[in-house]
């Protein structure tokens, strides 16, 4: 079971961070980017060692931005200065010509950068747009809305082909049988406007992780009750459009509690059945975990103080990765066909 909807621009920092720039043991390399100060070039996320991280570490990006303009406030009266913060830009020119605050509240600094580089990125590669069209694509039905909204977004030539080639993918995962016309346009779009990544990759991916190859129920459209669940959600509406995703592990995790894992997609090995609720359980995800993963892990065992829940994973993944991932994978298979 793969699936690219790991892989979404999340609206949650500590993902987003990931998805947008990469965290590698706990570190943030911003060398290439000019605008930060040579002390934070190379930062680290700790919630450990961070305790603004770790309060905010699964909050959403705007959320996370107006934390940070508090804190700067309260240095900024402490310092007797009465400039006018209009941006993230004037937070960090402000606390860059503050160096006793940057000594002293170093962990501020370093987010009030990292907070400046995203909303940099984020508006450069039109991100909301892009990140309300893959939720969309996840939690909404309507494949012509859809496809307008996706062929609008290949067209614009803000967004990176990383970007397109991730729409095309959400796209091609959700609709392959109910449009296989327009599906081809788009395939043929990508390759005009995304010269590093071919539309076979997409295809590849059909054929690894299509509809004819995947069990479970994805999309909440086979099993009556999450038809039921998606529908009410539907009516309710959702708070914030760039975080209505839901990982799908939050459902694996509902159902190991209450017993409704079908056996045909979790089959047990050996004589083992089980009896009774469990209290520790330990998912392991061969080929990676992701972030939003760890936080839907960490919010249901808050929230559930009758299990635990411990998540494990071979790497941390983003879409960069896994998509290295599936073109060696894609490699392999061509280069074993030849043989």
């Known amino acids: ?27 943030v390399d911003l060398k290439e980017f000019a605008n930060v100060p040579k002390d934070q070039q190379e930062v680290v996320l700790s919630a450990v060692q961070d305790d603004f991280f770790r309060v905010n570490m699964f909050e959403n990006f705007g959320d996370l931005g107006m934390n940070v303009k508090r804190m700067v406030d309260d ?5 007797k200065s009465s400039q006018n913060f209009q941006s993230i830009d004037d937070m960090a020119k402000f606390v860059s010509n503050y160096p006793e605050y940057r000594k002293t509240h170093g962990n501020v600094t370093k987010h009030v950068a990292l907070v400046s580089e995203m909303s940099r990125m984020v508006e450069e590669r039109k991100l909301m747009q892009v990140s309300q069209t893959e939720q969309e694509l996840a939690c909404a039905s309507g494949q012509a809305a859809a496809f307008e909204a996706v062929t609008s977004l290949l067209n614009n030539e803000s967004v990176s082909d990383i970007d397109r080639l991730r729409l095309v993918m959400l796209y091609a995962l959700r ?11 788009l395939f043929n779009k990508l390759a005009s406007r995304s010269a590093k990544y071919k539309s076979g990759l997409v295809q590849f991916l059909l054929k690894q992780a299509g509809v004819d190859k995947r069990t479970g129920d994805l999309y909440g459209n086979r ?32 159902g190991i509690v209450k017993g409704r894992l079908r056996d045909a997609d979790y089959p047990l090995v050996g004589n083992h059945f ?18 939003e993963e760890a936080r839907s892990v960490a919010l249901y065992n ?31 298979s061509k280069s074993s066909t030849l043989l």
């Open 1 to 27: 079971m793969i699936l690219l909807l790991r892989y979404l621009i999340s609206g949650h920092i500590r993902a987003m961070v990931h998805e947008l720039i990469g965290i590698e043991n706990n570190k």
């Open 75 to 79: 240095f900024q009266h402490l310092s």
């Open 175 to 185: 609709y392959e049988k109910e449009s296989p016309v327009q599906l081809m346009q």
């Open 223 to 254: 099993d009556l009750l999450n038809i039921a669940r998606n529908m009410a959600r539907g009516l309710k509406g959702v708070e914030n459009v760039y975080t209505q995703h839901q990982p799908l592990i939050f459902q694996t995790m509902e």
């Open 274 to 291: 089980q009896q009774g609720r469990p209290q520790d359980v330990v998912i392991f995800i061969v080929g990676g975990t992701t972030y």
């Open 302 to 332: 808050a929230a559930n103080p009758g299990v635990r829940f411990f998540l494990g994973g071979s790497v941390v993944l983003n879409s960069k990765r896994f998509l290295e991932n599936l073109g060696e994978a894609q490699r392999i």
